[in-house]
């Protein structure tokens, strides 16, 4: 399974930014129980996550701001990022897998960096 992040880059204050994951690689029958979430930092945080049963959550410094989403039967997840500040500038990864290991599967990240 390989996970692969990209439009992370350079944004301005206040300014907005498209992530997006896609997955290869996955069991084709276990899709429908896919679980895929947004996460920052070393400590990989999580900031926005879909859980299997298509339930959203964001933590609370996101909400609000950011908006997180799924292609219908893909494995691809996005992540809209809306009034940016410099306290967002991080790594951001994605990670997937089943219900009972959100986490299993990592990206290499990437950057979201927001000048002050």
Not at 50 to 66: D, L, Q, W
């Amino acid at each position: 399974v390989e996970v692969v992040e990209s439009g992370g880059g350079l944004v301005q204050a206040n300014g907005y930014r498209k992530l997006s994951c896609a997955v290869s690689g996955y069991p084709f029958g276990r899709i429908s129980n896919i679980c895929m979430g947004w996460y920052r930092g070393e400590e990989r945080l999580e900031v926005a996550k879909i859980n299997s049963e298509g339930v959203i959550s964001y933590s609370e410094s996101v909400k609000g701001r950011f908006i997180v989403s799924k292609d219908a039967g893909e494995t691809r997840l996005h992540l809209e990022m809306e009034n940016l500040s410099p306290a967002d500038t991080d790594m951001y990864y994605c990670a997937a897998g089943p219900s009972w290991a959100c986490r299993e599967y990592w990206g290499q990240g990437t950057p979201v960096i927001v000048p002050s």
